[in-house]
Each structure stands twice: as C-alpha cells, then as structure tokens.
C-alpha cells in the first residue's frame, strides 16, 4: 500500500503544480471594450447616463467590467460609477418595455445616476450636476490585468415624452372614448341602472318628514371638498334638495370644514331653483359647527334630540363617529340612509341605519338620482372599463401561468409589460 502512494507522488506534485499555474494564470486576457458610447438616457427626467458597448469574446470568462465618471477632465480623476460582471449588464436589464428600447444581447447597457455618484444638497446643485457633461471609461479586468477603454463624453437631458408610460396613454385615451360614447348613447335612450333600495326610498323619508312637519338632516362626511366621497356626496345632496323643496320641507346641513359649506351652499341654491322654488331657498339651511371631530358630533347629536328630525342622510367619509350619529338619530326614530366608502364604518352604518350604499353605490348615487345624461354615460363607462380591468387581469394571469408553464419567459414578460405602470 505505501509502495503504491510512493509510486503515485510524482503524478500528484505534478497534478498540484499544474492547477497552481492555471489559478496564478489568468484565462483570458482582458482586451479594452469597442464602440463605447455615452449618451442620455432615454425617457427620463435628464438624470442618467446609458453607456453602452459591444459584447467582447471573453465575456464568457469572469470578466469585470468597471464604469467610471470623470467631471474634470479626460485624464481624471476618475469616480467608479458601477461594476458589472461579464454576463450582466444587457438591454433587458434596463427596465424598459419592449415598445420603448429594443431589446438585443450584442450590446452591452449600464444606466448610470451622477448624483448617486457626485451628491448635491440643494435643488440648484442637483440642476447643476445632472446636466453637467461628463467623461466616460468602462475599465476590463480578469483579476490581475486591467484593460482601459477609450474616453467618451455624455450627458444627461429631460425628456419631453415617457415612451415607457405609452400604454397607459393608449388606456386611458381608450377608456375616455368609451366613456364620450356612452354620454352620447344615453342623450338619446335611458341606460339601465341597477336598482338601488337605499336611494328607491329617498321618497318615502321626505315624504314621511313632510307628513310629520319635522326637518331632514343631511351630513357631508369629515374630510373637506377635495375629497371624492365629499363631492359625490354633494350631488346627491343637491338631487335630494330639489325633491325637498318639491315638498317644502326644512333641510339642515350642518358643516365641519366652511369650503364645503361654500359649496353646498350654491349646491343647495342651484336645486331650489331647478325645482322652481327658489323663493324657499334660505341661506341658514347650510351651516358651520366646528372643524373639530367630537364637538361636531356632539353639537349635531344635540340638535337631533332637541329638533327629532324625521330623516337623516350620513353621505361621504366618516371616522368615529359615524356611530355617535346613527345611535342617536335611530333613538328619535329618524329614517336613517347612509352611504360611505370608508370600510371600517360600514359595519355600523348597516346595524344603525335603515338602508346603507356601500362603496361605488356612494358615486353612483348622483346619477341614479338625477339621470344625466352625463353622469349616467361616466358611469356606465366606468362599469365598462372596470370589466374591461377584470377580464385582462384573468386573461393576463391564465397566458403568463400557460407560458411559465411550457417554458416561454417572453409570454410572461410582455404580458406583464403591457399592463405594467411604468
């Protein structure tokens, strides 16, 4: 046994030396990169820098590739931007759809950010170093040589128009032909609506109110006229004023934010009007409390107890004290309809009112109330459109599942890019 180790030694010193000078030896030898260019990135805000070049013949080996700025001069100083290794740095990488850069593996891409590399506080500085022109090397290396490029010159610019973002153009240019095709569509013919207990009993609460000579309340909601739920609110507030001044009934609006007041002030004038009763028009029907949260509930809880309104509307976005509200107005026996898109009141709206609209019954309310033309198209528009959503989101998710599973990656990232938001 020791004879046959004996025999065996010259072979395995020779082996060892062998794999010693392959690992001291490089296994290429690190050649400067051809057609380097430096130019603006395509589609952005005039931030980076794409530097592109040809794929080298040792990319196959463990090639480093360096990408260094310099601000000065051609000779430096030079600022080490990135660092790719030699089967990295492609087109693909870039993060842009294919409608926008064509997609290829001869060239090399690296986006490069100078003010990740030069920092800058102030706005101006920022202006300053992004547009600045700068000098470009990408520097070869295998470990132990390193291989300079030539030196180019790039800078960054502003872009007018994202190529990227072009789908969601296409979308929405779509979308609001669909939506101008159903406002036509409905000036000639009505449009079905899916029937809405909640605002089919509109009638019964101010008729009951006018039978028992008490007055309606009507609340926005607690955030201000910028919110959505708040506009959509005050349509139905003005719908439901013109059938309130029909009946000559009294309306309270009572305000938490005075643009909203504003607002529905002119809201409520314009319905009185519109129903040919603008002389039962009063400017106290709206009124201004307090921006603060409770000693609004409070103030309006204690003119429902003291007044016993006959039907109360909760439109719009609600916080705490949604429940504050509807408790008090159930114990006076008030007709309570609410209509919220603010999930986590919903559950007390439901136990504490009579009829509740849950979330897009809130926007739809407008139009079902008032059958315009235009309200009616939007919203049939959008019914349209949000299909139009589900039905890419199931077909899109059924083509990529299918081409992960026979094997096409491209099916799942054009797919993907298509309905990416860029």
């Not at 392959?22 to 395509?42: G, Y």
């Not at 600045?132 to 520097?139: D, I, L, P």
Request: aromatic share 10%; charged share 20%; hydrophobic share 45%.
């Amino acid at each position: 046994m020791r004879m046959n180790i004996l025999k065996l030694l010259p072979a395995i010193i020779l082996n060892a030396g062998l794999c010693a000078a392959a690992e001291t030896e490089p296994a290429f030898t690190a050649q400067p990169v051809t057609s380097l260019k430096a130019a603006d990135m395509p589609y952005d805000a005039g931030e980076g820098i794409l530097v592109t070049w040809d794929v080298m013949p040792h990319d196959e080996y463990a090639a480093v590739y360096v990408v260094e700025l310099s601000s000065v001069s051609a000779a430096g100083p030079w600022v080490k931007a990135k660092e790719v290794l030699s089967n990295k740095g492609f087109t693909s990488e870039l993060g842009l759809p294919f409608w926008a850069l064509r997609k290829t593996d001869k060239v090399r891409a690296v986006a490069v950010q100078p003010l990740d590399i030069f920092p800058a506080e102030s706005a101006e500085e920022k202006k300053k170093v992004s547009e600045a022109e700068y000098f470009v090397r990408v520097r070869c290396t295998n470990g132990r040589q390193v291989a300079d490029s030539a030196v180019v010159t790039g800078r960054a610019r502003s872009d007018w128009f994202a190529m990227p973002r072009l789908n969601n153009l296409v979308f929405t240019l779509v979308f609001c032909g669909i939506v101008l095709w159903f406002i036509s569509h409905a000036r000639k013919k009505d449009l079905f609506l899916r029937r809405i207990p909640g605002l089919d009993a509109v009638e019964d609460a101010i008729g009951r109110a006018t039978e028992m000579g008490r007055p309606i309340y009507f609340l926005t909601g607690r955030l201000d006229i910028d919110s959505i739920s708040t506009i959509a609110a005050s349509l139905i507030l003005g719908e439901i004023a013109k059938r309130i001044a029909q009946y000559d009934t009294q309306l309270k609006v009572p305000h938490t934010y005075a643009m909203t007041m504003a607002v529905c002030q002119e809201i409520t004038k314009q319905a009185y009007s519109e129903a040919g009763r603008p002389d039962a028009y009063r400017e106290d029907i709206n009124f201004f409390i307090t921006e603060d949260q409770f000693a609004y509930t409070a103030a309006v809880n204690g003119m429902m107890v003291r007044e016993k309104p006959a039907a109360c509307f909760y439109m719009g976005y609600y916080y705490a004290e949604s429940l504050l509200l509807t408790e008090v107005g159930a114990s006076v026996g008030a007709i309570q309809i609410a209509g919220s898109d603010s999930e986590h009141q919903l559950p007390f709206f439901f136990i504490t009112c009579d009829y509740t609209l849950i979330g897009e019954e809130l926007y739809a309310a407008g139009a079902y109330l008032s059958r315009n033309p235009v309200l009616v198209g939007t919203l049939r528009g959008q019914d349209v459109g949000k299909a139009f959503v589900m039905l890419s989101i199931f077909f899109g998710v059924a083509l990529a599942t299918l081409g992960i599973l026979i094997r096409r990656d491209s099916w799942v990232e054009t797919m993907l890019q298509i309905f990416k938001s860029y």
